[in-house]
Antibody
Framework: VQLVQSGAAVKKPGASVKISCEAS????????IHWVRQAPGQGLQWIGC????????NFAQKFQGRVTMSRDTSITTAYMEMNRLTSDDTAVYYC???????????????WGQGTLVTVSS | QSMLTQPPSVSAAPGQKVTISCSGS????????VYWYLQLPGTAPKLLIY???ERPSGVPDRFSGSKSGTSATLGITGLQTGDEADYFC???????????FGGGTKLTVL
């Protein structure tokens, strides 16, 4: 099971960035994909998730209206696009697969290797 | 601002034991499972503990998790220099309908 993300990106304030997350080693449509970011020296912040089966999405309130998530099941790849970037969006962005067990909880495993997005003028 | 509170750092000598706390609320830890992730320098987080106290296959029994009320604890015994990393707790926030994490705790093995 592996998630491989696209490479680092440098963007100017106000621009958009689209990151890909290619899944392999499991049935892509059976597990949600989540996106989490980590600003330099900071903790983890959940952005939202997508159900690859039907494309349904759920976002943290902070990112609603500024983030879109999509997927292409033919190439087992999920995408996250963030608009209107500011310097505060400079961070490493991770995708992660949600594993859920009946009558138990759900957790993120594995995580992608991360994609550094730098927003700078 | 993190919804879960962790100490910024902990340290102990090789071979010793350390605990890392994670404090939340009734809408987070109090009513949901807690997860712990290990992040080695420059790498992605990796699942360490799931459902409060369960270890994925491959995680040594030196690592343990527990939960009581609105707090959770990660314990590591027989510390090794290779355990130096950042440790994050995470859980679902039923009020926000969002996943939340702690700010992370940096473990130093002296």
């Amino acid at each position: 099971v592996q998630l491989v993300q696209s490479g680092a990106a440098v963007k100017k304030p106000g621009a958009s960035v689209k990151i890909s997350c290619e899944a392999s080693g499991y049935t892509f449509t059976a597990y949600y994909i989540h996106w989490v970011r980590q600003a330099p020296g900071q903790g983890l912040q959940w952005i939202g998730c997508i159900n690859p089966y039907n494309g349904a999405t759920n976002f943290a309130q902070k990112f609603q209206g500024r983030v879109t998530m999509s997927r292409d099941t033919s190439i087992t790849t999920a995408y996250m696009e963030m608009n209107r970037l500011t310097s505060d969006d400079t961070a490493v962005y991770y995708c992660a697969r949600e594993v859920a067990a009946a009558a138990r909880g759900s957790w993120f495993d594995p995580w992608g290797q991360g994609t550094l997005v730098t927003v700078s003028s | 601002q993190s919804m879960l509170t962790q100490p910024p750092s902990v340290s102990a000598a090789p071979g010793q034991k350390v605990t890392i706390s994670c404090s939340g609320s009734s809408s987070t830890i109090g009513n949901n499972y807690v997860y712990w992730y290990l992040q080695l320098p420059g790498t992605a987080p990796k699942l360490l503990i799931y459902d409060n106290s369960e270890r994925p296959s491959g995680v040594p029994d030196r690592f343990s998790g527990s939960k009581s009320g609105t707090s959770a604890t990660l314990g590591i015994t027989g510390l090794q220099t290779g355990d130096e990393a950042d440790y994050f707790c995470g859980t679902w926030d039923s009020s926000l309908s969002a996943w939340v994490f702690g700010g992370g705790t940096k473990l130093t093995v002296l």
